[in-house]
């Protein structure tokens, strides 16, 4: 029931996107929640474009996760509570995506804190509760600079930094609350010390929100405020910690054994890009990498559990081998999301990067900062040929000649689902 509500209710809402799109129209609903003389706390919530593709992008993924979850986590006794938690996650999501005003937007940011928290220590064991203990303190931080900001807000007269009026120097200090807001709950240096330690979540957490939702919170919110991010001058700070972002988590992917925690890195690496390109102000290119990462890397994470559950839940890739013989239809599907991930012509991924290189290179740019940039691209390939090898390709060892028919009666059968 969840599937088809989402799944359908995920391309009605992409379809009417693209309708106001074309037609350049958006709807504003705001309504008085309380009011004491001056002060007034508004709700708000802005149909556009923009947040229709977004919300239909999280709905798509989101079936196809419940879906996946019925089969992957079907012998669980507690599939209930995990599928009402993802349902709660999503309804967070779609509360952020459609406010314009911070304090709407805290409803749907603290809920996703929480719902994420939740998730994560659902495996009830030790490295659940400490991954979570340090997913929700991480997290703590930027709330603490959203409430900040709230409070600062108030001497504009609004909450809606679209109406409010503020001086230089205040919009400098509430811009730098709000990205230190998004940066946490992005991942960004320095605090990207939670996402590889949030994947002790079960994989179908990963796929949804380590992916496409949780961690693009932050850079949602900079999409919708970059006006006011580039004029405030914070969009140069961005740029620097996503720069060194990018390197940091490309170089560790590149050394990292845990299958993942490596395409925890790439996340990284790929949030790093979207927020490098919107420290310059292109947030249209970041709107649309951001939706096409999120669909080749939930790809990426549900392959990658169909092949832990098959290895008997080992995560360690030095230790699988020579998985082109027995798994071969999720080697596709893992190649042609790895072939996005990478950039590879005419794939998904091809149009959004190759359009940020264009724009980097003619950049007035420090020339250490423009070869920092090139060389976390290439280590975007590096990481993931050395993957694709370690898996399929290397030498068959004693785990990946485990329950071959395991794999043929469910895999096979869950993935074709997810292709159709």
């Not at 495996?123 to 991954?131: A, D, E, L, M, W």
């Not at 709330?143 to 919009?171: E, H, P, Q």
């Not at 009666?409 to 993935?415: A, E, N, Q, S, V």
Request: some cysteine.
């Amino acid at each position: 029931m969840y599937f088809f509500f989402l799944f359908f209710g995920g391309l009605s809402v992409f379809i009417l996107g693209l309708i106001m799109g074309m037609i350049k129209y958006s709807v504003m609903c705001e309504w008085m929640m309380y009011m004491f003389n001056s002060f007034n706390v508004e709700m708000m919530l802005l149909i556009d474009w923009v947040s229709l593709l977004f919300i239909s992008f999280v709905m798509l993924i989101s079936s196809m996760i419940i879906l996946y979850s019925f089969i992957y986590m079907m012998n669980d006794k507690f599939i209930k509570r995990f599928i009402f938690l993802i349902i709660m996650f999503v309804l967070s999501m779609i509360l952020m995506i459609i406010s314009p005003s911070i304090i709407s937007i805290m409803f749907g940011w603290d809920g996703l804190g929480l719902v994420s928290y939740c998730l994560i220590i659902f495996y009830q064991n030790y490295i659940s509760y400490n991954s979570g203990m340090v997913t929700v303190l991480c997290n703590r931080v930027g709330d603490v600079g959203m409430l900040m900001a709230i409070g600062l807000m108030m001497m504009g007269g609004s909450w809606n930094l679209m109406y409010t009026k503020l001086d230089g120097s205040m919009l400098v200090i509430i811009m730098f609350m709000l990205m230190i807001a998004a940066i946490t709950k992005s991942a960004q240096i320095p605090f990207s010390s939670w996402l590889p330690m949030a994947m002790a979540a079960p994989t179908p957490v990963s796929a949804l929100v380590h992916s496409s939702t949780l961690v693009t919170a932050g850079v949602y919110l900079m999409i919708r405020f970059n006006n006011l991010l580039v004029v405030s001058g914070m969009s140069k700070i961005l740029f620097f910690l996503s720069v060194v972002t990018m390197f940091m988590s490309g170089l560790m992917a590149n050394l990292e054994t845990d299958l993942k925690k490596i395409i925890a890195l790439s996340t990284l690496s790929q949030l790093g890009l979207m927020m490098m390109i919107l420290g310059v102000g292109l947030e249209m290119i970041a709107f649309y990498h951001l939706l096409v990462h999120a669909i080749f890397k939930s790809m990426l994470f549900m392959c990658a559990g169909l092949i832990l559950h098959s290895m008997m839940n080992n995560q360690d890739i030095r230790l699988f081998g020579n998985l082109k013989e027995m798994m071969p239809f999720i080697m596709m599907c893992f190649f042609i999301a790895n072939l996005a991930l990478c950039g590879f012509p005419f794939m998904a991924g091809f149009y959004s990067k190759d359009l940020i290189m264009e724009v980097v290179y003619s950049l007035n740019l420090n020339i250490y900062m423009l070869l920092f940039i090139m060389i976390s691209l290439m280590f975007t390939v590096s990481y993931s040929i050395r993957l694709f090898y370690y898996m399929f390709f290397s030498n068959m060892k004693f785990y990946s000649y485990m329950k071959f028919k395991y794999i043929w009666t469910k895999g096979l059968y869950i993935l074709i689902k997810l292709m159709s």
